[in-house]
């Protein structure tokens, strides 16, 4: 017995540039698409660990074929939250993308349906940032995932995550 999910989901990877020459979209690639639990777990076991990732990689978990790019005009009028964990804090990231990852495809990070339309996984050189990317700036929508967020990731209250709509990426438009 298969038990679905709500949504299809398309995992993706951006493999780290090498060279000037390559740019995002040679970079950036459909892995699989999956619908049920224990497709996501037999993906989830079979890819390499958040923490095995090279430095300038990516993970995204987009609903449907949602493409994880701001052009996608079902990501153009939303935006993105987020939080940077530094390195050097020495996070337990395999855990914290996990729990990132069961929230999108169990739906408990969102009270309105269909409103995150993927999560992101950035590893840089001295931080790894969690995205969030949402299907519209609505205020209060957002807010809730945004606080969400902060419970998914175990942050404190002092901890604060950021959101930034993808038509204004200079400032943040909300924090909480
Ligand atoms: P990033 O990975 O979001 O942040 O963007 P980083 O600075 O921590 O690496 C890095 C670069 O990837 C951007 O400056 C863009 O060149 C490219 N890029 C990232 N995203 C999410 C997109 C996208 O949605 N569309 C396009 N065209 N390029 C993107």
């Known amino acids: 017995v298969k038990h679905p999910l709500n949504s299809k989901w398309t995992l993706w990877y951006t493999k780290p540039k090498v060279s000037d020459s390559e740019e995002w979209s040679d970079l950036l ?3 699989i698409k999956f619908g049920t639990v224990e497709e996501f777990w037999g993906i989830y076991n079979s890819v390499p660990k958040a923490s095995d990732l090279p430095i300038k990689a990516d993970y995204h978990l987009f609903r449907d074929d ?3 790019e701001w052009e996608d005009e079902r990501n153009s009028k939303g935006g993105r939250w987020s939080y940077q964990f530094r390195r050097k804090r020495d996070v ?3 855990e914290l993308w996990i729990r990132t990852l069961l929230s999108a495809v169990g739906e408990t990070i ?3 349906e269909n409103e995150v ?3 992101v996984l950035n590893v840089r050189k001295s931080n790894y940032r969690v995205g ?3 299907k519209s700036t609505n205020a209060d929508s957002l807010k809730s995932i945004g606080q969400k ?3 998914i990731l175990k942050l404190d209250e002092n901890d604060h995550v950021e959101f930034i709509s993808h038509a204004d990426s200079s400032a943040p438009a ?3």
């Open 66 to 68: 949602i493409r994880p």
């Open 110 to 112: 969102e009270d309105e």
């Open 117 to 119: 339309n993927g999560i």
């Open 92 to 94: 337990d990231i395999n």
């Open 174 to 176: 909300f924090i909480v």
């Open 149 to 151: 967020l902060k419970l």
């Open 132 to 134: 969030v990317w949402t």
């Open 29 to 31: 690639r459909p892995v």
